[in-house]
Structure formats: structure tokens, C-alpha cells
Nanobody
């Protein structure tokens, strides 16, 4: 069974930093675009950042210049470095793995990030 396990969430003051990790098991991460999404209460899930197997990255406009996605295919792990956090970044952050054929798509359980003002 494929598992995506997130870690690194928590409570931080505005302006602070957090680093999220997502460890994937039972998939070959190098065949998947890995990404982070977030969902705040009462809001739709939104893309935060993605990284293709080849290393191309994409970011939501709201996090450009503050967040950095990276991946270690050897460890089947994707990271999200979040700097200059704002209260509006508060959400559950979910890891996603999408096969390059788009036929397989997996989600983690999520990790809570809370930014206090």
C-alpha cells in the first residue's frame, strides 16, 4: 500500500520558518511529480508547490520567494522549506504524488501548520 507521511508541521510566529518533509513508500518517487497542497478551514484545497521528476518546480504566486520545494529521489522524500511565514499560511499541508502518466495519484494525511500573528 502506498503511503505518503508528512512531518514538520507546528505552531510558529509570523516571520518564522518551518520545514515540511514527506516520505513516500511503495512508489518509485522518480516517476512521480511530488507536490504540496494546503487547505484552510472553509476554503478549497490549493496548490502550494510541485516538483517534477526532472526537477522543474512550480509555485503558487502567494508563496513565491518564501517557500522552496526540493526532492531527494534516492530517499523518496520531498521537502518544503517555508520562510517568512504569514498568518494566512495557516492550513493543513498535504503531500501529493502524481505519476507522470497521470493514472495514479496519492495523498498524505496532512500536517497542520499554524502561524500566529
Amino acid at each position: 500500500q502506498v503511503q505518503l507521511v508528512e512531518s514538520g508541521g507546528g505552531l510558529v510566529q509570523a516571520g518564522g520558518s518551518l520545514r515540511l518533509s514527506c516520505a513516500a513508500s511503495r512508489i518509485i518517487a522518480s516517476s512521480y511529480t511530488m507536490g504540496w497542497y494546503r487547505q484552510a478551514p472553509g476554503k478549497q484545497r490549493e496548490l502550494v508547490a510541485t516538483a517534477t521528476p526532472g526537477g522543474s518546480t512550480n509555485y503558487a504566486d502567494s508563496v513565491k520567494g518564501r517557500f522552496t520545494i526540493s526532492r531527494d529521489n534516492a530517499k523518496n522524500t520531498v521537502y518544503l522549506q517555508m520562510n517568512s511565514l504569514k498568518p494566512e499560511d495557516t492550513a493543513v499541508y498535504l503531500c501529493n504524488a502524481r505519476h507522470y502518466t497521470a493514472t495514479l495519484n496519492y495523498w498524505g494525511q496532512g500536517t497542520q501548520v499554524t502561524v500566529s500573528s
